[in-house]
């Protein structure tokens, strides 16, 4: 158990948390949120001992294994399988240990040392850890790759993957999504329900915090409030607080003003000085209920584009990549005003190469990229936060881009982001990630763009700022392309999902939600073309070569299973249809009730018809099938 008793945090002056009080048992799976600042990685640090609390106790088992994700990026000649294991400590220690006994002929407890190696579960610990590496997107020809030879992000995954090895009963997560792509992050969500001790998890991904959590935390306002279920069940309750609170917010500030105005109309009447004062005491002793601040600190919208041409831009037999390497393929696509598309892929297949061939032409090989003349594009990218100039503050930047602004209108507009008071004229060196997302997002929006690219929005950015964009592109007239791990936000503001994969581009025709059932069928189906080439030895293929040629059967196979899941779901369809026929005409009342005669007749019809078309529909799923099972 984890006990927080009567804690209090406080960074200099500024107090983060106050007076609380909190106690988590194994197996529950807890979810930190609040604004920016508010104490959630300073709680963190308190619980790893980094942090003294400044007042109250931390009642914490000392045998506690409590694992935690670096934020330092490794940079060791060790293999990557090799620095995940190392997160197990007592695997380590073990390890030694027997090396050391194995090198004495005089060791006497060497049996038990294997015991225990037994017990810890470290003979299969390298499996462990490859499973770790694949389930977060590491390629099985990368598991002895040297750690420094990765770039920052997979450094990253590293790290979480080393703090998953540990066998902890404590695991604190702070935005562990930041890094991975969806296919990741639905891998770590599967892991994580499988966790048995205490988790703790700092995240802005509403989705992710729907799938784990068990309960949340919310700090606001120097207090942690606690919340049974998930983030969305979280959010109902508090909005319904907020509104009882407003409520009884309202009702008292019309009793406190009609107080008030008995006392200033009797004060200095003799009469009635008595009954004045006797209600200017109820007015102290009156408990002043806050106002509920129910209002996110953000709210934006769009500048209206000034043109907003039907054909937008598009790419014709586009060759994608980067000097000879070729990453995308024979890509057409055309953007019209009022497509809002969402992208989908694992890291790696292409999504920012075909944003980049988008905003700029500057990853086109081959082919033709088309522009309207009257395209004005708004481009966001994590890149484009290193563009800033670390010595200009908010409004210098702003300046660029309206300079017939006044200053006012540059203040007002800066606020609505969040930058306010001196916080304007600073340089934007010191900022935060996720304070300068929000510059590189407002300076995009104040262009007035007609076509917005957006890749990764949400990185860095808190809850209320997602909410604010999610809304603001929600009432966005103008088309837009997005790249995001948030799937609320691809929830909520596409209409259309593209799926980049294998060197191409296909129209995703599911819903965002069978996204896990879609890879896990292409996982099968890459097992499946996998043990086809180890059946071949006499074909020599490099592993480069494997996976082109696995990529050219999975691409010759699509359309084959497209076929028979469209077979399936149209089956699925006429199933229901027939279900629902069925339980009308067991309803009694249509045969006692003669008017509904004719009813009757249509129903029976409609069934004969459906039960026909199911019929041929299972046909065609055999001869689907049959089709698929010769080709692979």
Not at 71 to 92: C, F, I, K, N, W
Not at 219 to 242: C, D, P
Not at 384 to 411: C, F, G, K, V
Not at 488 to 495: F, G, P
Request: aromatic residues 6%.
């Amino acid at each position: 158990m984890l006990a927080l008793t009567n804690i209090a945090l406080r960074r200099g002056r500024k107090v983060l948390i106050e007076n609380a009080s909190v106690q988590i048992h194994s197996g529950q799976r807890m979810g930190v949120i609040g604004a920016n600042g508010c104490g959630k990685s300073s709680l963190f640090a308190m619980i790893l001992g980094e942090l003294e609390p400044d007042d109250g106790e931390l009642g914490l088992d000392p045998k506690n294994e409590i694992a935690h994700v670096a934020q330092e990026s490794p940079h060791g000649s060790g293999s990557a399988v090799d620095y995940v294991m190392d997160g197990d400590t007592e695997l380590r220690e073990v390890e030694a240990a027997i090396a050391t006994g194995e090198a004495d002929d005089d060791k006497p407890d060497l049996h038990l040392l294997y015991e225990r190696m037994e017990s810890i579960d470290g003979f299969t610990a390298e499996s462990r850890a490859s499973r770790l590496l694949h389930g977060l997107g590491f390629a099985p020809d990368e598991f002895r790759k040297p750690v420094r030879e990765f770039s920052g992000g997979w450094r990253m995954r590293l790290n979480l993957a080393r703090a998953l090895m540990c066998r902890s009963d404590i695991l604190l997560l702070d935005e562990p999504t930041n890094h991975l792509d969806l296919p990741a992050i639905l891998w770590l969500e599967r892991w994580l329900k499988r966790y048995e001790g205490i988790l703790l998890v700092i995240s802005h991904d509403r989705d992710f915090l729907d799938q784990i959590c068990t309960r949340i935390a919310h700090i606001e306002h120097e207090t942690v409030h606690l919340f049974t279920g998930n983030y969305s069940q979280f959010e109902a309750k508090r909005a319904e607080q907020l509104a009882q609170q407003h409520a009884m917010f309202t009702r008292q500030q019309k009793e406190i003003k009609h107080i008030q105005s008995y006392v200033d109309r009797f004060r200095y009447k003799a009469s009635k000085a008595r009954q004045a004062q006797s209600r200017l005491k109820m007015l102290e002793r009156m408990e002043q209920i806050a106002p509920a601040h129910v209002d996110s600190p953000f709210r934006f919208h769009f500048i209206e584009p000034k043109k907003q041409p039907q054909h937008l831009l598009g790419l014709t037999d586009g060759d994608l990549g980067y000097g000879e390497d070729l990453v995308l393929e024979k890509i057409n696509l055309n953007l019209s005003a009022g497509d809002r598309i969402g992208l989908l892929g694992v890291n790696g297949a292409g999504k920012s190469t075909l944003v980049k061939a988008l905003s700029t032409g500057s990853t086109v090989l081959k082919g033709e990229r088309v522009m309207s003349k009257d395209t004005k594009i708004g481009y966001f990218a994590q890149h484009q936060l290193e563009l800033l100039r670390p010595e200009h503050s908010p409004i210098d930047h702003l300046r660029d881009y309206a300079p017939e602004d006044r200053e006012q209108d540059h203040r007002n507009y800066l606020g609505r982001f969040g930058f306010s008071g001196e916080r304007i004229f600073e340089p934007v060196a010191p900022f935060s990630g996720g304070e300068k997302a929000r510059l590189v997002l407002a300076l995009m929006i104040r262009q007035g763009p007609n076509l917005l690219l957006l890749d990764e929005p949400t990185n860095h950015l808190d809850l209320e700022m997602r909410q604010a964009l999610s809304i603001a592109l929600i009432e966005y007239s103008g088309a837009l392309v997005v790249i995001s791990h948030d799937r609320h936000l691809l929830r909520s503001v596409c209409d259309e999902l593209l799926i980049v994969h294998d060197g191409i581009v296909d129209r995703f025709n599911r819903s965002l939600d069978e996204y896990p059932a879609w890879l896990k069928e292409q996982e099968d189906q890459a097992g499946k073309i996998e043990e086809k080439w180890q059946e071949k030895p006499a074909k020599s293929l490099n592993k480069k070569q494997q996976r082109q040629e696995q990529a050219e059967q999975r691409k010759r196979l699509k359309p084959l299973y497209d076929a028979v899941r469209d077979v399936e779901m149209k089956l699925e369809a006429g199933r229901r249809t027939m279900a629902g026929l069925e339980r009308r005409l067991a309803d009694e009342a249509i045969y006692t009730d003669a008017e509904r005669k004719d009813e009757v007749t249509k129903l029976v019809q409609d069934q004969a018809v459906v039960k026909s078309e199911i019929e041929a529909l299972e046909w065609d799923w055999l001869e689907a099938s049959e089709k698929l099972e010769q080709a692979s």
